[in-house]
């Protein structure tokens, strides 16, 4: 099993790295998500794979009966889900005010921080 | 199944009232941002209460700095789980410096913002936008866990996406677009790289990962060491992934601008350098020969850069980059005068850069411009403005006696020291940049105030108000007293330095030393 979630997280990786290389903003976004998303898989897998039993421990007993599953990976992932899908959110927001206010997706065309038609330094000063 | 003996896992006494003053700053600007999100539209009111709130921020850590000078490493564990399972918070005197510089700076930034605001413009959540800010950079400097960490980062994040934008002109999102993605990226690649130390090592405190990390398999904690250095690298703008910063600080207010240059890179650096030096150390000396190259090409383009630009708030952004080449020299040579040095430098190139920043925001609005070709011929016009600037640009190179000096000192001095090859290319590194920085700082003094005014429809200049000239002026005399007055940096240095190469006193303070991994 855990063989096939670090095969299932390297596809997600590289997928999401293909689509950040792409110049089309909404794609680039669906790619930081898919990135983001084997990164989750990437932590779960590595706080090792059971079948155990919730860690909940029963009435009367000072510690679980028998192995129980590790809970802390579940909790870091949560986190990042809820950061990242806020990151997500403001990104996606912001890719559309983009699309309105300088009418590309396209970041070839973004170029009002790094205009392109400069002369080079010598002749520009 | 048995009745095994498990060691305690929850505190079973209270913390003393007095460990509180550690987490009291990050609890401080967190609350007083929420505060000022809901009187937003009260005026003048969110300012004084911001200015109160940064004050008492300040206090916190001026007394957690005086406890920490005073008794070593100080730590805080949250929810009464024992470490490594709760949440740490610790401070040595390196994070409690820099935490309480990120303060005055962001205290100077907001009296600075607060007198150039144009009265007309309608009231948005900037006061309470910079304490989220200051939030997250103090709980990235006080974090005893690398999970917290990335959250600290998080909040960093979304509070400078906020700030960046604030406006909404087309060159803020087309800046905010380079910007969110390359910082979003690496903050993903950071936590890609906690997934691994987790899966590896089995904890994600820092005190925890010093002690088990020298047990575990050297090449899987080189990987981690690698991604972490991707992951912060980005952050800092370090020499190959430094394209984004010119590109994205010079297009919000300039104030926006002074903040960023003062606390992000900063604290991207500053991860950088605890998780590499004091977390990592045996990965570090694996990674040696890329950290050497980092650093010099760091050192070598950034000044380079501030040369070929014309667009001044782009020149200093190259300048910010140039700065954390200092730092990387550091890390590359761990010594103490090199940890020294780069913790040092880090202080002195938070107020610096804040500063060239905020004189540069009085230079355009004293011109009209933003751009140095149409600049010129207010060299005796507007006086205190070119002395200012200048100042700036010499501590920035390192000139004596300014505060830039004595770090760029102890730098050159571990690299020397050091001996081999990679020590005496990051010396050469270290004095071409500060000659080169010398180069493009001087280069857009003469530009900007020196030569006659160019013919172009000059509008009539607008001096700024006093207060943003006390502001800034007040920066760049702290610069200037702490540079002739060194003595009670280097003690502290002194007393600091030795903690982060032998962090037997930070783990004992979260309360790790006595077991075994």
Redesign the interface.
């Known amino acids: 099993m855990d063989y096939v979630l670090a095969a299932l997280v390297g596809c997600f990786i590289a997928l999401g790295i293909y689509l950040l290389l792409s110049r089309s903003v909404i794609r680039m976004l669906l790619g930081m998500v898919i990135f983001g998303n084997g990164v989750n898989l990437l932590i779960f897998t590595a706080g090792r794979l059971t079948r155990d039993i919730a860690p909940i421990i029963p009435p009367g007993l000072a510690q679980p009966d028998g192995p129980i599953a590790n809970p802390l990976p579940q909790a870091l992932i949560l986190t990042a889900i809820v950061i990242g899908f806020a990151m997500f959110s403001f990104l996606l927001v912001l890719a559309f005010r983009a699309y309105q206010s300088l009418d590309a997706d396209n970041t070839d065309t973004m170029r009002l921080t790094e205009p392109v038609d400069e002369p080079n330094p010598p002749l520009s000063y | 199944?048995e009745?095994?003996a498990?060691p305690p896992a929850m505190i079973e006494t209270a913390t003393a009232a007095a460990d509180w003053v550690l987490v009291l700053p990050l609890v401080l600007s967190l609350m007083g941002a929420a505060l000022l999100l809901m009187l937003r539209k009260s005026g003048g009111l969110s300012f004084v209460l911001s200015v109160i709130v940064l004050c008492g921020v300040i206090a916190c850590d001026i007394s957690l700095l005086l406890r920490v000078l005073d008794g070593g490493p100080l730590s805080m564990t949250m929810g009464r789980w024992l470490p490594p399972f709760g949440i740490s918070f610790a401070a040595d005197i390196f994070g409690a410096a820099f935490a309480l510089t990120s303060a005055v700076v962001t205290l100077v930034v907001l009296v600075y913002a607060e007198s150039e605001r144009d009265p007309e413009a309608e009231r948005d959540n900037f006061p309470s936008l910079v304490l989220l800010l200051l939030a997250g950079v103090t709980g990235s400097f006080l974090t005893g866990d690398m999970?917290n960490l990335?959250?600290w980062f998080?909040v960093t994040?979304?509070a400078s996406?906020g700030l960046i934008?604030l406006g909404?002109r087309?060159?803020q999102?087309?800046?905010?677009?380079?910007y969110?993605?390359l910082n979003?990226?690496a903050t993903?690649f950071f936590?890609?790289s906690?997934?691994?130390t987790?899966?590896?090592l089995g904890t994600l405190n820092m005190a925890d990962i010093m002690r088990v990390a020298p047990s575990a398999n050297p090449a899987a904690m080189a990987g981690i060491a690698a991604l972490l250095l991707l992951a912060f690298g980005i952050k800092a703008a370090a020499f190959p992934l430094n394209a984004w910063l010119p590109?994205?600080y010079?297009?919000p207010s300039v104030v926006v601008s002074a903040l960023f240059a003062g606390l992000l890179t900063k604290v991207g650096i500053y991860a950088l350098f605890k998780s590499l030096v004091v977390i990592l150390p045996a990965s570090r000396d694996l990674l040696e020969p890329v950290l050497v190259a980092i650093a010099v090409g760091t050192l070598l383009v950034a000044p380079l850069g501030a040369?070929?630009?014309?667009n001044l708030r782009r020149a200093i952004g190259f300048l910010v980059i140039g700065g954390v080449g200092a730092v990387l020299a550091g890390i590359a040579i761990p010594t103490l005068a090199g940890v020294s040095g780069a913790g040092l430098y880090i202080v002195h190139a938070i107020i610096s850069m804040t500063a060239i920043y905020l004189v540069a925001g009085l230079i355009e609005r004293w011109t009209g411009e933003t751009d140095?070709?149409r600049m010129g011929g207010i060299y005796a016009d507007n006086t205190p403005l070119s002395v200012l600037f200048f100042i700036l640009v010499l501590a920035t190179a390192g000139v004596p006696p300014l505060l830039g000096f004595w770090p760029k000192l102890l730098l050159v001095q571990a690299a020397v020291g050091e001996g081999g090859w990679s020590g005496g290319v990051i010396a050469v590194a270290l004095l071409v940049n500060a000659v080169l920085t010398l180069i493009a700082g001087s280069r857009l003094w003469a530009?900007i105030f020196w030569r006659p005014a160019p013919e172009t429809g000059a509008t009539a200049p607008r001096a700024g108000k006093r207060v943003a000239y006390g502001a800034a002026g007040g920066l760049v005399a702290l610069i200037v007293v702490a540079g002739l007055w060194p003595n009670p940096l280097f003690e502290a240095v002194r007393l600091g330095a030795p903690d982060l190469l032998n962090p037997a006193r930070y783990v004992a303070a979260v309360g790790l030393a006595g077991e075994t991994p």
């Open positions: 199944m009745d095994l498990l999970f990335y959250v998080e994040l979304i996406f934008v909404g087309p060159i999102l087309d800046a905010a677009v380079k969110g993605f979003f990226l993903t936590l890609l906690l997934g691994l987790y899966g590896l590109a994205s010079h297009a040369i070929a630009e014309t140095t070709r530009h």
